[in-house]
């Protein structure tokens, strides 16, 4: 039947395909999905509170102490239900009339947000918040269950921002606080504070910060074990505009920047300034060609030798940009370190009377290397300090603070790739599996409320899960870890939840192929527990298999025990089967033969199967199996039977149904067992007939649209016919059934994506979703399953 539905779909593949080629893999689908209400969480909100931002873990007093909006929290670190201690900070009325005069928004701005938390020596805490507009700080101590805020109001302007909307960064390192925010109540003055007996900050210059963002900072102990008497160094990780690109528009680029810990500032130049800041483009490179993409967060795995240390850091495609897309990559403390200590500098050149470039620096370098802490060669040439630094080494560093390299990921690419609502926050376990070996588990927020948990098998991406933590769609503001428990704070509240559910794997089959470290199943006890770290575990009793996701250790299961359900003659009857896995594809048989999805007479869904307008041909033994492909094999398992044996009876009663012993399944819609001769029933038919003729008329009219879009296209060369053939061959002959995999939750998935879902349902390329596309490959071979499958369709 050559209907419209096939010209339409034929052009919107073709058209979609070519414009996303690129991008097929990187629809990584999460193997499961725990909705909200499946989700066991801890949760802790109040009322009246909002932006649960700030979190310390004291763990010397079991705390997680959290800050919010005009509010501070002692919560219990092993149950975050119970608070045992708060402490109101609010803005005086003074204050906020003098916010609200300035313009700003009573409710929204001219509050007290508690942005900085830490720890001092003593246990006393230091914290700043917003202030109205006023940046303010104080001390906060814990005494006999009891959180006080010690009034020594402080001013808190280089240590937190003005504006709550603005992000900022800051650690404590030896009592000396470090601190990236704005200075000013514009927001248009960046700084690098270091509060400390020497005060140091950032030149006012648009070569050193250029309207940044800053996300994350931390230190790394670089004077232990070095030969070169190196010292320590905090990093700080930001977005800023580039000035070294040509570009019509701002361009946001990413930054890694860095200052030596023992800086003391210029004598004459540089003067309570740094001099040791050097700052250099982060690379994340998607495969598609993008604007580069922005630093959201970052996350420091410290390792005991500091040169194995690794910064996570998730990314997101630009706001300019059309599709919204996230990447994570790493960076080694040593590839950074190396870009700052042995890179070229970038320079200022002017061409063409006023415009200046930036380019590479070739000239001779000062000694000592500007930028570089004071090490054993400078004390033996005599520089002790930075106060030492002859002023040619200064004059340098002031005028050229940024590296000509790029610091590039670990592998040159990113260890996990997502489209679709945009990642926002991020977090890294390292988990010790059951062969002694320590994997990265990346747990990463996004701005729906989800936590994604997801690791690189030697480059392939594999997402264990999305967790769904928050009832509303809000953005994961801030994640922390500590013990295996993982704690999110959002605008509403603050949960708390474990690293893994092993009970949630309910099969061998569920619990192998869910490659999940924190997991194994246990042969004996016949349940998937969590991996113990100690030692003595005997591995034989565990199957676990991360890297191949090899599950034929696996024992076989006992028979799937059929279930007897009543067919009602003209009925529509839905038959539930619930697949393991969102990888998995759910297939139907019927008195055994394959139910087709392209018959009419049957809807398949990815969880259950409805048979419209059910006649005594219908009756008999339907069995739902699932296909898991895994690493080249596929796990075939039978979910459900059904036996569905004809009622002759016209009305059927509850009582009726339950004196035979037919009790339906408390899931099924009772609906439709128990009214037979539901006259809208036929209504919907009937209406379902006429909406199918729009419906065609609808397609048709649009797939003229799309082929006059589409010549058009070729016509102006927006997309050439080889780029639409030379797409890679499937690797895999699997019908993955992506377009039954519905994100309900995802109202940010937008619906181009969805189509781009449909259309391309045999291109997960799940066997190495890696995005390096075969270019070498000279055939050009025509994706077949894409119309194979369209074939079916078109015979609905
Ligand atoms: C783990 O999952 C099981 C099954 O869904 C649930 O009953 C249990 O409460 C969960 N445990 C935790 C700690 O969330
Ligand atoms: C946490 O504390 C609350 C309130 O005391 C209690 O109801 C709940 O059962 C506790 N949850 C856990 C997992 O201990
Ligand atoms: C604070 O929470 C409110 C309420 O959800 C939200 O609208 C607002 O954007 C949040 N403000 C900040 C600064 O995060
Ligand atoms: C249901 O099937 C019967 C025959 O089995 C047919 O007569 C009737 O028209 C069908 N009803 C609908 C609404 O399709």
Request: net charge negative.
């Amino acid at each position: 039947m050559y209907s419209p539905l096939l010209f339409f779909i034929v052009f919107h593949c073709i058209f979609l395909a070519c414009a996303y080629s690129g991008w097929s893999n990187l629809n990584i689908i999460p193997r499961k999905t725990i909705q909200y209400e499946d989700n066991h969480v801890i949760t802790f909100k109040e009322k009246g509170v909002w932006n649960y931002s700030t979190m310390l873990i004291r763990e010397d007093l079991g705390l997680l102490v959290l800050g919010a909006r005009e509010a501070v929290y002692a919560l219990d670190i092993n149950n975050i239900s119970i608070a045992k201690s708060k402490v109101l900070w609010k803005v005086t009325e003074e204050k906020q009339k003098e916010c609200t005069s300035k313009g700003k928004h009573p409710d929204i701005d001219c509050r007290n947000y508690v942005r900085m938390l830490h720890q001092m020596n003593d246990g006393v805490m230091y914290a700043c918040g917003t202030n109205a507009f006023s940046p303010t700080c104080d001390f906060i101590t814990y005494g006999d269950g009891q959180l006080k805020l010690e009034g020594k109001q402080e001013d808190g302007r280089g240590k937190c921002p003005f504006d709550p909307f603005q992000r900022s960064s800051s650690i404590m390192v030896d009592q000396d606080l470090y601190s990236a925010t704005s200075l000013n109540f514009l927001g248009s003055e960046p700084v690098i504070l270091r509060t400390s007996s020497s005060t140091l900050r950032t030149v006012f210059k648009s070569s050193w910060l250029n309207e940044p963002n800053f996300v994350y900072m931390d230190m790394v102990p670089e004077s232990e074990d070095s030969p070169e008497g190196d010292d320590d160094k905090v990093y700080m990780f930001f977005s800023e505009n580039a000035v070294e690109y040509d570009f019509y528009n701002k361009l946001v680029v990413s930054r890694v920047a860095r200052v030596c810990k023992g800086d003391m500032g210029g004598q004459r130049t540089l003067q309570r300034k740094w001099t040791s800041f050097l700052k250099a483009r982060l690379d994340c490179s998607v495969p598609e060609p993008s604007l580069p993409y922005i630093i959201q967060d970052v996350f420091h795995v410290r390792h005991k030798k500091w040169r194995k240390s690794v910064f996570y850091a998730v990314f997101t495609s630009q706001a300019s940009s059309t599709d919204r897309s996230s990447a994570v990559c790493a960076y080694t403390v040593t590839d950074i370190s190396e870009v700052f200590s042995r890179g070229k500098f970038k320079t200022e050149v002017t061409v063409e009377m006023s415009d200046v470039k930036w380019v590479m620096y070739n000239g001779e370098l000062p000694v000592p290397r500007p930028g570089a802490c004071i090490n054993n060669a400078a004390r033996s040439s005599g520089i002790m300090r930075s106060l030492d630094l002859p002023d040619k080494t200064l004059q340098f560093i002031r005028d050229r603070p940024l590296m000509d390299d790029a610091v590039r990921p670990i592998t040159g690419k990113p260890l996990l790739l997502k489209k679709g609502p945009l990642l926002t926050r991020l977090i890294v376990d390292q988990v010790t599996a059951s062969d002694g070996q320590s994997y990265p588990v990346m747990f990463v927020g996004t701005e729906n409320g989800y936590v994604q948990k997801a690791v690189n098998y030697d480059g392939e991406i594999h997402i264990i899960e999305e967790v769904k933590l928050f009832e509303n769609a809000e953005p994961i503001d801030v994640l922390r870890l500590h013990q295996n428990r993982l704690y999110a704070g959002s605008a509403s509240g603050v949960v708390q939840m474990p690293v893994s559910n092993c009970s949630r794997y309910s099969s061998c089959l569920d619990c192998v192929l869910a490659r999940d470290p924190y997991c194994a199943w246990e042969s004996p006890a016949q349940r998937c527990s969590r991996v113990a770290t100690s030692p003595e575990n005997a591995e034989s009793n565990l199957i676990q298999s991360l890297k191949n996701g090899d599950a034929t250790r696996c024992p076989t299961t006992a028979p799937v025990e059929p279930k007897i359900r009543t067919l009602i003659l003209g009925n529509n009857i839905r038959l539930l089967c619930h697949p393991d896995s969102n990888l998995a594809q759910v297939n139907w048989n019927f008195a055994g033969k394959p139910l087709l999805y392209s018959n009419r007479k049957y809807t398949i869904y990815n969880d259950a199967i409805l048979i419209y307008n059910a006649s005594i041909a219908d009756a008999g033994l339907y069995t739902c199996t699932s296909v898991e492909w895994a690493k080249g094999r596929d796990y075939i398992q039978t979910l459900a039977i059904y036996d569905l044996r004809e009622q002759s009876a016209v009305v059927v009663t509850d009582k009726m149904i339950t004196t035979l012993g037919i009790l339906p399944e408390s899931n099924t819609p009772s609906s439709d067992l128990h009214k037979p001769e539901d006259p809208s029933l036929y209504l919907k038919n009937q209406s379902f007939e006429s909406k199918w003729i729009v419906m065609q008329v609808t397609l048709a009219v649009l797939s003229v649209m799309m082929a006059c879009l589409l010549i058009w296209n070729l016509y102006m060369g927006h997309i050439s016919l080889f780029m639409c053939c030379g797409r890679q061959p499937l690797k895999s002959p699997r019908n993955v059934p992506e377009r039954e995999y519905m994100h309900t939750e995802n109202d940010a998935v937008d619906s181009k994506q969805q189509t781009v879902m449909l259309c391309l349902t045999t291109n997960s390329d799940l066997e190495a979703p890696s995005f390096h596309r075969n270019t070498t490959n000279g055939e050009m071979p025509t994706d077949v399953h894409i119309f194979k499958y369209i074939t079916d369709e078109s015979e609905i």
